[in-house]
């Protein structure tokens, strides 16, 4: 069955460090890998996607995504993190056969000052 | 602007009466879906629209309705609301791909309806 997993509920790094999301998927087929970002009381924004070529990808806000076929993996980054990054992080893997994308449960992330 | 919008925005209703959420894109894009949203669970799709008149089950659609009379429109219609049906309600919105026939672009996703069924 097709599936992703987002391991980390809820993550926590000061302003300034280095981010790592790491999400690992199930799928049959080659995937389209997307990451989205969900701000408090906001909708999902597209951050990156990955649908073939160079597997490290660049996004909006500077993120970076890379995707691992051999670890069933696409882990978003972010060299800094800034305070406006708090929010919750979705990847999602599609399309399956009713063209939806499948999404992970989401990962927390929390900026100390 | 591009955009996905979603009426009402937040919604208080009761069991058994029947509410409407609308959503509506301005991007003439093809596929339309539904999905809700609950705490550790992700979205779910409800419900979804390859184009008009063309609509098919996702993996939660029971309680729920849809119609895509028009290619813009899809709303979500609760016959008969539940409290289980209390969540965050999105619309999404994509254009066909371009790499083969089961192929879309990425979806554009709608600013959400907050509802609760008492």
């Known amino acids: 069955a097709q599936s992703v997993t987002q391991p980390d509920i809820h993550i926590t790094v000061s302003e300034g460090a280095s981010l790592e999301l790491r999400c690992n998927y199930s799928y049959g087929a080659t995937p389209y890998l997307f990451w989205y970002v969900q701000s408090p009381g906001q909708g999902l924004q597209l951050l990156l996607k990955y649908f073939s070529g160079d597997t490290l990808v660049q996004g909006i806000k500077g993120f970076e995504a890379e995707f691992k076929r051999s670890q069933s993996s696409f882990n978003l980054r972010k060299p800094s993190v800034h305070w406006s990054d708090a929010a919750e992080y979705f990847c999602?893997?599609?399309?399956?056969?009713?063209?939806?994308?499948?999404f992970g449960s989401g990962t927390r992330l929390l900026v100390r000052p | 602007e591009a955009q996905v919008t979603q009426n009402p925005r937040y919604l208080i209703t009761v069991t058994g009466k029947k509410l409407t959420v609308t959503c509506s894109q301005n991007m003439n894009h093809e596929y339309m879906s539904w999905y809700r949203q609950d705490p550790g669970l992700g979205l779910r799709q409800i419900y979804y629209s390859m184009n008009v008149e063309v609509t098919d089950k996702g993996d939660v659609p029971e309680g729920y309705k849809v119609s895509r009379k028009e290619k813009r429109n899809f709303p979500l219609i609760l016959e008969s609301p539940s409290p289980n049906q209390t969540s965050l309600y999105f619309c999404?919105?994509?254009?066909?791909?371009?790499?083969?026939?089961?192929?879309?672009?990425?979806?554009?996703f709608g600013p959400g309806t907050r509802l609760t069924v008492l």
């Open positions: 999602a893997v599609g399309p399956d056969s009713s063209y939806k994308l499948i």
């Open positions: 999404a919105s994509s254009s066909r791909g371009t790499a083969g026939p089961a192929s879309y672009n990425e979806q554009f």
